[in-house]
Structures are given as structure tokens and as C-alpha cells.
């Protein structure tokens, strides 16, 4: 139950990707029986409390750590499998896609990431910067009551084509090759990494494995966002946002975000990442794209409507994909 023909998992990611755009994850389901991560957040919790000891030597908090994702992966995934597998035996597999996608949407952020930050938009026009700030917090884990409009706006769009890549692609990417299963199992290192992969002195050592991992498995799934920024930006500035990608992507300080990022301050003619402040320090990151600064409301509205585009390339792209999968099966 765990491994899918090409021609089931495909429309299972691009039925997922439709849905998702279209409703999002229910609020009121939301509010009834929580979050998928949610859920996996809170075993995430219980293994960091239970295994990350300050009396164990580095070399043991790494072991356990490894041990710690293992069962991060595997406790969702045996759910999943018992899950499909109860399903599969009662209901027949053309019904059984839908069931997967439906399920699918729950791991994908493309519409609440729409919704957040375009609230950063509202809070500006609608507050100033305290509007700005406060819903830009929600969404950033940098410093944000020292920004002015432009690194309130260049923050929104950082983390709008970072999470495009980590919170849309990703885990379409996954669903296409594994279906449901490659959506829980990406969602749950991702999920891992974001809680415990940080240079800490708590959790270096014990969210190495986490970390290294989560690097590891958005790698293609960055260069394929980049890519679907490049063209999904206007004719006029795709050759800049290419150029950006080739030039900045690989000087970021992270393998994957500065892919995405790179592609969308080129696409956009600013510039992004570069100096920032987290936690009263400040992490001297490079630029990316070779714009201006200056970033402005109107360049975050342009933002979401090239992500807004990317999106639906990716989209196209995954139901030509099926098709071409079902013709040939």
C-alpha cells in the first residue's frame, strides 16, 4: 500500500493540487480533530523530551536523534499504510485516487500560504507598519518590530517563494512519485526538521540527522520551484530571473532556499535575503537577485500573482504528466 504505479500517484498530486487550491484545509475541521502535523508535531515533541537528554554525550544525542526520525517517518507511514489498506479493501481504486488526493491536500500549503501573506498586503494598507509587522510575525521567524516597509514586504516574499518551494512543490513532488505516502513521509522530515534541525546547543547535535535529511529530499524539489517562477515570470524579466538563480542561488546560506528565492527577486527586479536579524542576531546572509531593495506593496501583489502563476504551471504540468502516465498504462 505503500508504492503506487506512476498512472494512480500522478492524478492523485494533481487532483490534490486543485483541491487544495480551491478550499484549502478546513476550518472546521481544523478546529474538530486538529492537523495532520499537528499530530506528528506532538510525537515530534514527546521523542525531543523523552530521548534529548543534556546528560547524554553529542555522539549519543545524534544516535537518538537518528533513532527519533526514524520513528517520525515510520509511525505516520504504518498509519497511512493501515489506512489505505482498510480503504483499498472496501472501496474500488478509481475511487480510491479521489481518496488519496483528498487526503493529499492536507499536507500541501498553497492556498494558506496565499492567505498569509497576502494579510501582510492588508495589514499594511490597512494598519502601517504595526499591521505589517504583526501579520508578517506569523509567517517569519526573524526579528520584525525593526522593519520598515521594504524588509516587511522583502520578508513576505522570501518566505512566499521559500514556502512555495518547501510547502508546495515538495510535497507535490513526493505525492507524484509515492502518492499519499510520499506526501506524509515528506511532510514528517520536513515537519522534524523545522522543530528540532536547528544550531542549537539542544538540538544541533540531535536534529543533525533531521536537518541533513530535509536538505536532502527538497533538493529537486527547489530547482523545480525555481524553475516554475522563471516561467511564470513576465517576458520581460525571465531572463533576469534566470540569471539571478545562476548567479545568487548557491551563495544562500541554505542548499535549497536560496533556489526559489533567487528566482523570485529576479522575476520581481529586487533584491532578497541579504543582512537579517534573528533573535538579536544578525545572520549576514548574501543577496539574492540584484534589484533594488526597496521592496513595496505593490511589489508584493505582484509577488502573489507570479506565485499564483507558478502554481498553476506546476499544476498543468503534474495533469499533463498523468495523462501521459494513463495513456501509456
Not at 55 to 62: F, G, I, L, S, Y
Not at 240 to 265: C, I, L
Not at 275 to 293: F, K
Request: hydrophobic share 55%.
Amino acid at each position: 500500500m505503500l508504492f503506487f504505479p506512476l498512472f494512480i500517484t500522478l492524478p492523485v498530486a494533481a487532483a490534490a493540487a486543485i483541491l487544495e487550491g480551491l478550499w484549502g484545509y478546513p476550518v472546521a475541521l481544523l478546529k474538530t480533530i486538529g492537523h495532520p502535523v499537528m499530530w506528528i508535531g506532538a510525537l515530534i515533541d514527546r521523542l525531543d523530551t523523552t530521548l534529548n537528554r543534556p546528560e547524554h554525550t553529542e555522539h549519543a544525542r545524534r544516535l537518538l536523534g537518528l533513532i527519533a526520525l526514524l520513528l517520525i517517518i515510520l509511525i505516520p507511514l504504518v498509519f497511512t499504510n493501515v489506512l489505505l489498506h482498510i480503504g483499498y479493501a472496501l472501496l474500488p481504486g478509481s475511487v480510491m485516487i479521489g481518496v488519496q488526493a483528498v487526503l493529499t491536500t492536507a499536507f500541501i500549503a498553497q492556498k494558506s500560504l496565499w492567505t498569509h501573506v497576502r494579510a501582510v498586503g492588508i495589514g499594511l494598507r490597512r494598519n502601517g507598519l504595526a499591521g505589517g509587522r504583526q501579520a508578517v510575525s506569523q509567517i517569519v521567524g526573524r526579528d520584525t518590530s525593526v522593519l520598515d516597509e521594504a524588509g516587511i514586504v522583502r520578508a513576505a516574499l522570501e518566505s512566499l517563494a521559500e514556502n512555495f518551494s518547501d510547502g508546495v512543490v515538495a510535497p507535490l513532488f513526493w505525492a507524484a512519485l509515492f502518492g499519499l505516502p510520499g506526501a506524509v513521509f515528506y511532510k514528517a522530515v520536513n515537519t522534524a526538521d523545522s522543530m528540532i534541525g536547528h544550531l542549537t546547543p539542544r538540538h544541533a547535535a540531535f536534529g543533525m540527522a533531521a536537518a541533513k535529511l530535509d536538505d536532502l529530499i527538497n533538493l529537486p524539489a527547489s530547482r523545480l520551484a525555481a524553475v516554475c517562477l522563471i516561467c511564470a515570470a513576465p517576458s520581460a524579466t525571465r531572463r533576469q530571473a534566470r540569471n539571478a538563480v545562476g548567479r545568487d542561488a548557491a551563495a544562500h546560506r541554505s542548499p535549497n532556499a536560496g533556489w526559489p528565492e533567487a528566482a523570485m527577486a529576479g522575476a520581481l527586479g529586487l533584491r532578497l535575503a541579504g543582512p537579517r536579524i534573528y533573535s538579536g542576531v544578525t545572520v549576514d546572509d548574501a543577496w539574492m537577485g540584484d534589484g533594488t531593495p526597496d521592496a513595496s506593496i505593490e511589489d508584493l501583489d505582484r509577488g502573489l500573482v507570479l506565485y499564483r502563476r507558478a502554481c498553476g504551471l506546476l499544476v498543468a504540468l503534474l495533469l499533463t504528466a498523468s495523462v501521459l502516465a494513463m495513456i501509456e498504462a
